[in-house]
């Protein structure tokens, strides 16, 4: 056969390869929809590589109902306000569903690193945040696909080259992508060591040369085919829920943190109002600091029913700007809530940098409701202490304050309040036959809030038991604490800055 | 009784009155709720008369969870890129719910148009789509309370001051606010005939004087609960639906554009090949072009079942940059999209600057399916076709491209189509009894299409309707179509561009 014949038969033969694949991919998308698995998918890689080529490849094959595609490229105004993983967590697929990244949030610690933008001395908290969150979402069931594609040296400049002879195309080409070529063995080694500390079992990476597009793009898709097979194999075999087979939870539990907390502490009505306008102004005060530097602030209220969340809040709230701050209740979650990753929702609603996000009800649903009524596995809520404080520390690495609220009654006040709002025509609407039902199973919840309160209270993002017998001394407490914590963490960002300039 | 004292007392009467107005709302709140009632409450007025203070005084007194607070200040990045109405579209309140938005759409006609950045010539066209865009709102059900604050000249001039004075609050008085305080009359008189132009009886403004602000608070809470209580009783009223008192639909939508098409139109493989291949390279080329040139465009896809509308878009796509693109599939709206005004779902993918946004069926469903499985009334169908042009010139007046596809094939190439797909096993995931039911209602179809793309074809943004027995013949027409609309439209961005420098 000559070479010329021998080409065109090789070639035609990698087109049936790639149709066969394309069925396969189409009928495994279908699979996985009925089977409700979520399937993350990143293109990372070197300049040129041709990602948006290979996505485009890829997707002809799927059903367009299925998937969205987001690219990860140079952050907007939006995703610059807020943490570095923000614009992807907000992007995870729905069960069934298929994201695709064009450039992920491998970005941060491969070409910002590699531009200087992200810092040396962040890097490794960069790479322990990225790694909690693709066990938080593998654990949780997502299908983590990742690629990573390169091209040799002289083929990079190749392209780069082709891209600039044509006016229509010169603009792709930057100055910093020049930059990454002519110092593309140090740039190579910056990828090499991240894709060394981030393989692992859960989501191990696909390297793929792509300098030959077909053979590429054949060797994706027969990748995520295979993904996609284990994926269903192992769904399979997971019917049951899963045994939680670590160790019994301990009796100590049983009485914690709660049965400690001192809820004679009263305050007058003439003191409560001093304290409350003066606390409510400085409030207002560093509200305004908070925005002018940009500081992000994420408090958390929990606490049992008619404890007097709400009225904290309002008291909080009442003289900020409300362009400034959010509350954001949390209800049971609806069909698409339900249809995601359970921390979701809630990055969803994360404040900018500047404002205020005021949580009341939380994540912790998962370890206290979502526990004690069966909604998760053992298995899922054990996880999750470690999710949580994964996910809070980003937070706080991108520079957040967090607060969060426990507000403690006894069973007797709890009652009282109850018959209150029974008699009160104007606030029986507050009261629910699930507040009753609750309030059968307040051991079983005082157990699950002593263990959360100890596994989840970190330096960073504390738990802040408050006494709420009296409402007074609990509310004041509340702003206190705020007041008190923006304080310090005003200063220590004015005195950061004028450090560095 | 001394003045003083005098003083004293009715501050206590305005505080009795406040909280008898706070206790109000509440309970309206709960009633809208309950009723599925919408709220959309706009603050708009000069600068530094105290909206952010006067809408915290406001949602103090409503549940946090019913409500949603935005700012319309100052366009952002993704604000940038898109038309100045999409950042209020993509947030009006969902069934129950109650959206504030801290400066609203009239920021575009007013200190926008002041500042310059909103030319002369384009005034007429932003009020018409502002008035077509409240019309849509308030016809579907939407209750819209509209407060522009006022203050006096000197008073302004004297907050600014204030403001100035202090080093934390001194960064939010902007030369341009002093410019419009300098230029309070001219200021005043760009205010005065927006409010003249759009008062209307569907939404007037509410202007109130806020130089004493809990006199203003407590207008604006009393005008809040007259709107709601005027809504609910209106509820009540309609409790059937509308009847249409219009003309009947004359019979000429029975035959009409659908059958004067040439089905017999065909296009043998040899050709098809050739024009594909050269068709798709130029559409990638242009995509570039258009990403360049900041263009959007938007493509709707509508035809019968099985007409090949998935095929189409498939070649359209498949040498597109998927950076630059998405395929926006339209199923049955989901819980969240059913309790939003009927175009939300859509104005939420809209294209940005740029990009190309491909909906595959589209916001027709109104007058198609809607319409004929009577899922919403004969009144609401019938007002939709003037609802979506409005919106469709919207997009138009913000530079988008819009074609709009009808796939047209005959009720025995259909018939051949489903038969095909069931036989194939790879293809009958594709059809469903539905599709079968739907063919039974051909002729209602065929009558509602018919007047759909009468009523609704634009210069601006025309349907096409394609002839679609011959799959190759169609989707050759499909991108060519798409190929010279956006060629067209490139030549005179490119114009306008050297003749504005």
């Known amino acids: 056969m000559s070479e010329e014949k021998q080409r065109t038969e090789s070639k035609k033969e990698r087109k049936a390869q790639m149709e066969k694949a394309a069925a396969k991919l189409g009928w495994l998308q279908r699979q996985l929809k009925e089977e409700k698995i979520p399937v993350l998918i990143t293109f990372d890689g070197l300049d040129a590589a041709g990602k948006g080529l290979q996505i485009n490849r890829l997707i002809q094959a799927l059903d367009p109902r299925g998937f969205d595609v987001y690219t990860g490229d140079r952050d907007g105004e939006e995703e610059r306000m807020h943490p570095f993983l923000w614009r992807f967590a907000t992007k995870t697929p729905a069960n069934g569903r298929i994201t695709i990244f064009d450039t992920s949030w491998y970005r941060h610690v491969q070409q910002d690193y590699f531009d200087g933008m992200t810092k040396e001395k962040d890097l490794d908290e960069a790479f322990t945040d990225i790694l909690a969150f693709e066990k938080y979402l593998v654990d949780n069931g997502v299908l983590l696909i990742k690629f990573f594609l390169t091209i040799p040296e002289k083929e990079q400049k190749k392209r780069f080259d082709k891209l600039e002879q044509s006016e229509e195309t010169a603009w ?3 100055e910093a992508d020049r930059a990454r070529n002519r110092e593309y063995k140090k740039y190579k080694k910056i990828n090499e060591e991240m894709i060394s500390r981030t393989s692992w079992i859960g989501a191990p990476w696909h390297t793929v040369d792509s300098t030959k597009k077909d053979a590429a793009a054949l060797a994706i898709m027969n990748t995520v085919n295979r993904c996609m097979e284990q994926a269903l194999e192992e769904k399979k075999r997971v019917k049951e829920p899963g045994i939680y087979e670590g160790p019994l939870p301990p009796d100590r539990y049983k009485k914690g943190i709660l049965v400690k907390t001192d809820l004679s502490k009263t305050l007058e009505q003439k003191e409560y109002r001093e304290k409350l306008d003066k606390l409510q102004k400085k409030a207002e005060k560093l509200h305004s600091e908070l925005y002018r530097l940009r500081i992000p602030v994420v408090l958390c209220f929990e606490g049992w029913d008619a404890a007097g969340k709400g009225g904290a809040i309002k008291r909080l709230t009442s003289h900020l700007d409300p362009r400034g701050y959010q509350v954001c209740p949390t209800a049971s ?5 339900k249809a995601h990753d359970y921390l979701w929702r809630f990055w969803t609603r994360f404040p900018k940098d500047g404002h205020i996000a005021i949580f009341d009800r939380t994540w912790y649903g998962r370890v206290m409701v979502e526990r004690i009524e069966g909604f998760c596995t053992e ?8 999710e949580i404080n994964a996910m809070e520390a980003h937070l706080v690495h991108s520079g957040a304050v967090i607060l969060k609220f426990w507000i403690h009654i006894d069973k007797d006040e709890q009652e009282r309040r ?3 709002r029974m008699k009160n025509p104007e606030k029986q609407w507050k009261i629910t036959d699930e507040d009753w039902r609750n309030r059968e199973k307040w051991d079983q919840y005082e157990e699950a809030v ?3 309160l100890e596994r989840t209270s970190t330096e960073k993002a504390p738990w802040i038991v408050v ?7 609990a509310r004041i ?4 604490t705020v007041v008190d ?3 310090e963490k005003i200063k220590e960002v004015e005195k950061a800055k004028k450090k560095h300039g």
Chains 1, 2 share one sequence.
């Open 172 to 174: 792709r080409v930057t």
């Open 333 to 337: 979650p609806d069909n698409t809530e």
């Open 379 to 386: 298995d899922d809520w054990r996880r999750a202490y470690d």
């Open 418 to 420: 109850f018959n209150d």
């Open 450 to 452: 002593n263990e959360m």
């Open 467 to 473: 006494e709420g017998n009296s409402k007074y001394y």
């Open 477 to 480: 407490k509340v702003l206190k």
């Open 485 to 487: 914590a923006l304080e």
